[in-house]
């Protein structure tokens, strides 16, 4: 069959990460040229799935930011397509920006692997019970998920001890093209200010 494989992982002794495509996820990777498919629904569906599930099993408390999370997802998506996946997530998701890392439980998205209907996802989750000050606390679980038509449902779970796997870097929401030239709000865009009104994080 065709391989839709892409893995998003962070190369130690790098300090960066990788987008790479892998036909065999157990062994060495190897880098190549091509771009994962961001645009392809498929791939958008199982990364605001992987999120879904995490939300969902392990929500942020109420006394956080509303029950706003915001979402650090693989380098490589356009600013129309990290929303888009947000938006699949839930009314109270957003992309991250550096403002609402400050403010918001992250949850991210490390590494992502999928062949046909078939997808493993690692998802982090924040664990603020053993979290200290702004030092945050994740676990790592791994998804194993199938696929029925676009939907995605998690099969069985992975969990790993806090710390095991590291934590991707963050990939911020991208600038649209004005913001980039300097014509945006220097206040911070118009995402942040939805979100940080919403979740009364903003004086």
């Known amino acids: 069959g065709v391989f839709l494989g892409v893995l998003v992982g962070v190369l130690v002794g790098a300090g960066c990460t990788s987008v790479i495509y892998d036909s065999n996820p157990e ?11 961001f645009a392809s629904y498929t791939v958008q569906n199982l990364l605001a799935e992987s999120i879904g599930w995490a939300v969902e099993n392990y929500p942020p408390s109420d006394e956080e930011a509303g029950g706003w999370i915001a979402i650090n997802l693989p380098r490589g998506l356009t600013r129309e397509q990290y929303i888009t996946v947000a ?14 890392e400050k403010e918001l439980p992250v949850y991210h998205i490390g590494w ?3 062949r046909g209907d ?5 998802v982090f989750r924040p664990v603020y019970v053993l979290s ?26 992975q969990p790993w001890e806090m710390g095991v796997v590291a934590l991707p870097p963050v990939y911020y929401l991208p600038e649209d093209e004005a913001e980039e030239m300097g014509m945006g709000d220097d206040a911070g865009s118009p995402i942040e200010h939805e979100v940080l009104d919403a979740s009364g994080s903003e004086g």
Do not use: C
């Open 112 to 114: 992502v692997w999928m």
């Open 27 to 37: 062994g060495p990777t190897a880098q190549l040229e091509e771009e994962p498919d």
């Open 87 to 100: 938006e699949q997530i839930g009314p109270r998701a957003a992309p991250i920006t550096p403002e609402l």
């Open 118 to 122: 078939h997808a493993r996802v690692d």
């Open 132 to 157: 200290r000050g702004d030092e945050v606390v994740y676990q790592a679980i791994t998804l194993h998920m199938t696929r029925r038509f676009a939907s995605w449902r998690v099969e069985r779970t």
